[in-house]
C-alpha cells in the first residue's frame, strides 16, 4: 500500500489533537521509511518483476527486517516510547505505536503472500488486493479521500502555509498515486529505493504545515 499509509496520519489527528502531523505520517510509514534504507545498506532485497501483481511489479520477498510482524512490533514499542519521552502525550504515543502497526496491516491486505513473520521465518501472510488494480484503487482511494477530510474538518489553517501546504502534499501524493497505476512499471528497483528515500521530505512537509494549522473546536467544546 502507498497512499493508504498516508492516509492514517491524517486519520489519526483528531485522536491525537497534541501530536505533530509529522509524527502522526512518520508512525504508519515507519516500516517504508526503513525500507529505502535497508536495500541501500543491502540488509534486503527486492526486484522488479512484471506481471508479479496486477498493481505491482515489485517483489517484495525479502523485506522481514522492515515488515514482519515481530519487527513491527519492535518498531512500534520504539517509536512510541521516544515520542512519549519527548513529548509526555501518553495519548499521543498510543496513537504512533497503533500507527506503526496499522502499516503492517494494510500491508497484509495488498501484497502476495510474502511477508514474514519474523526475519528468517516462513513467507506466509498477505491477502493480495494487489491482485485487482481497481479493487487497490479504490481501497486506497476511500481511505486517502476519507482521511484528508477528517484532517481538513478538524484542523484549520492559521496561516497561508497552513493551507498551501496541506493542499500541496495531497496534490502531490495523488499525481504520484496516479503515475503509478497508469504509467509504465518502473525501470529499475533502485529508482523505486530513491522515491522512497524522498517520501522522508514528505514527512518534515507534513510536520511544518501541520505547526500552521489549529484544532477545530467542536461547538460543545467551545461552549463550555
Ligand atoms: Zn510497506
Redesign the pocket.
Known amino acids: 500500500m502507498f497512499i493508504g499509509h498516508f492516509a492514517v496520519g491524517f486519520a489519526t489527528k483528531p485522536l491525537a489533537p497534541k501530536a505533530s502531523l509529522g509524527w502522526l505520517m512518520l508512525a504508519p510509514m515507519f ?2 521509511v526503513l ?1 529505502p534504507l535497508f536495500l541501500a545498506l543491502g540488509i534486503e532485497t527486492t526486484d522488479i518483476v512484471p506481471g508479479y501483481t496486477a498493481f505491482t511489479p515489485l517483489k517484495l520477498y525479502d523485506q522481514a527486517w522492515s ?1 514482519s510482524v515481530v519487527m513491527v512490533l519492535v518498531y512500534a514499542l520504539a517509536l512510541a516510547g521516544v515520542y512519549f519521552a519527548l513529548n509526555r502525550d501518553r495519548r499521543g504515543a498510543l496513537v504512533v505505536a497503533g500507527g506503526v502497526v496499522s ?1 503492517w496491516v494494510l ?1 497484509v491486505l495488498t501484497h502476495r503472500p510474502e511477508l514474514q513473520l519474523y526475519p528468517g521465518g516462513e513467507h506466509v501472510l498477505g491477502l493480495e488486493l494487489w491482485a485487482s488494480v481497481p479493487g487497490t484503487v479504490a481501497v486506497e482511494g476511500l481511505l486517502f479521500a476519507g482521511s484528508t477530510l477528517v484532517y481538513a474538518r478538524t484542523t484549520e489553517p492559521l496561516t497561508r502555509f497552513g493551507t498551501v501546504g496541506f493542499v500541496s502534499m495531497v496534490g502531490l501524493l495523488v499525481l504520484v498515486y496516479a503515475a503509478t497505476v497508469l504509467g509504465p512499471p518502473p525501470p529499475s528497483w533502485q529508482l523505486m529505493m530513491y522515491l522512497a528515500f524522498s517520501s522522508w521530505g514528505l514527512l518534515l512537509w507534513a510536520h511544518l504545515f501541520d505547526r500552521r494549522r489549529a484544532r477545530v473546536k467542536s461547538e460543545a467544546t467551545s461552549e463550555i
Open positions: 516500516c517504508d525500507w515488515h502499516h500491508d
